[in-house]
């Protein structure tokens, strides 16, 4: 009997596996940054713009404009969620480019250069 009993949970467990799904993973990332204002780590908060485009310099923007706002900074360490979509990794290069912008101030500043967005596993 206990030989029939472990044929059977055997079989299951083989059956069980293949009916299995992975859950996806999802296209969302984290971008951990510093950020100095002349020389120097800052603290606040601050609004963050994050385009991608296919080249380090000028080259053609591949992405949708994500905005983070009123994102902690903390002794210049800051991190934002990105998620640019499925429709702009498709094998070729990738380049971050960050705005950022204190929340009391109008305009955006670049920081540069660009950042190549390379895989991770």
Do not use: H
């Amino acid at each position: 009997m206990k030989t029939n009993n472990s044929l059977v949970l055997a079989s299951l467990l083989i059956f069980s596996s293949e009916f299995v799904q992975a859950a996806s993973l999802g296209t969302a990332f984290t971008y951990q940054g510093r950020l100095n204002d002349n020389g120097s780590p800052v603290n606040g908060l601050y609004d963050f713009r994050c385009q991608l485009y296919d080249a380090v310099e000028l080259g053609a923007l591949v992405s949708a404009t994500v905005t983070n706002a009123a994102v902690p900074v903390s002794n210049g360490l800051f991190v934002v969620n990105l998620d640019f979509g499925p429709a702009v990794f498709s094998g070729q290069e990738r380049w971050l480019l960050i705005t950022v912008r204190s929340n009391n101030a109008l305009n955006f500043n670049a920081l540069l250069p660009r950042q190549r967005v390379a895989p991770a596993p």
